[in-house]
């Protein structure tokens, strides 16, 4: 069971990453799972550390895309 402390970061870490991660919370590890890539898991002992990992998964991801488009955009011209 959730302390109200670990269920109110859990809330917030849902609100603020809203369609992009899903959360949960298993046996004090928590987890968050890219919607991008739902065979990808990020696990953290605590919702401080989850949300860095989440921070710097999102930001690969986002750099990745751009990347992508600048490669897409130079090959076609």
């Known amino acids: 069971m ?3 402390l ?3 970061d859990l809330f917030e870490l849902a609100l603020n990453w809203r369609g992009i991660f ?3 919370v298993t046996d ?12 990808c898991v990020l696990t953290a002992g605590s919702a401080v550390e989850l ?4 921070r710097r998964d999102y930001a ?3 750099a990745a895309a751009r990347a992508d488009v600048y490669l897409s955009e130079r090959m076609s011209t």
């Open 60 to 62: 690969s991801r986002q």
């Open 28 to 39: 004090g590890v928590w987890i968050a799972i890219p919607a991008a890539d739902r065979t």
């Open 6 to 8: 670990q269920q109110s």
């Open 22 to 24: 899903a959360f949960t």
């Open 51 to 54: 949300q860095e990992l989440v």
């Open 2 to 4: 959730l302390t109200d």
